[in-house]
T-cell receptor, first 111, second 115 residues
Framework: SQQGEEDPQALSIQEGENATMNCSYK?????LQWYRQNSGRGLVHLIL?????REKHSGRLRVTLDTSKKSSSLLITASRAADTASYFC???????????FGTGTRLQVTL | NAGVTQTPKFQVLKTGQSMTLQCAQD?????MYWYRQDPGMGLRLIYY???????DKGEVPNGYNVSRLNKREFSLRLESAAPSQTSVYFC??????????????FGPGTRLTVT
């Protein structure tokens, strides 16, 4: 069963625009993680936000976490063609010994 | 540092054949994981190993076995391959023994087709 669900499933924007994708989850968590996957490659960790944090930045990435709404958002500012990828949120499950990944948002950035 | 390496990159099997997917990490991580990724399904955990000497089932363990050979290596075995096991397989590792508290590092994947 999916813990995290990303929205939208697909997003197409032009270079220079901002891209926002959302993740909703079902149970209480102590952290939420975002990953990027370029076509045909493995996932790359982008950012981890803990439950006591509301916002975190890393370069052009901004992640927010609202534990009351059980949701998170990933904002990519001034997008580039190289940002074209699938983006996944992931949350700890069970005894927190593992992560559960959502189905991802496919981002297409066109020139 | 090579990070997480997987072999082979591609494999075609006939139904009923067996094979082992190899994974190694050079980051001295405690936890290692095997996932499969199917179109529209995201990543699903097959097996994981929270520490050397331990293995546990994930969400979709049926038809697979694993071995944590040492701290570096974690292999995934398909004893009798079925077409439903056609997928892309990813190995990952993370520091610490509670994988949900740490970021995971992924290998490049093995694309497996079972005919």
């Amino acid at each position: 069963s999916q813990q995290g669900e990303e929205d939208p499933q697909a997003l197409s924007i032009q270079e220079g625009e901002n891209a926002t994708m959302n993740c909703s989850y079902k149970t209480s968590i102590n952290n939420l993680q975002w990953y990027r996957q370029n076509s045909g490659r493995g996932l790359v960790h982008l950012i981890l936000i803990r439950s006591n944090e509301r916002e975190k930045h890393s370069g052009r990435l901004r992640v927010t976490l609202d534990t009351s709404k059980k949701s998170s958002s990933l904002l990519i500012t001034a997008s580039r063609a190289a940002d074209t990828a699938s983006y996944f949120c992931a949350t700890p499950t069970g005894t927190a010994s593992k992560l559960t990944f959502g189905t991802g948002t496919r981002l297409q950035v066109t020139l | 540092n090579a990070g997480v390496t997987q072999t082979p990159k591609f494999q075609v099997l006939k139904t009923g054949q067996s094979m082992t997917l190899q994974c190694a990490q050079d980051m001295n991580h405690n936890s290692m994981y095997w996932y499969r990724q199917d179109p529209g399904m995201g990543l699903r955990l097959i097996y994981y190993s929270a520490s050397e000497g331990t293995t546990d089932k994930g969400e979709v363990p049926n038809g697979y076995n694993v071995s944590r050979l040492n701290k570096r290596e974690f292999s995934l075995r398909l004893e009798s391959a079925a077409p439903s096991q056609t997928s892309v397989y990813f190995c990952a590792s993370s520091p610490g023994m509670g994988g949900g508290f740490y970021e995971q590092y992924f290998g490049p994947g093995t694309r497996l087709t079972v005919t």
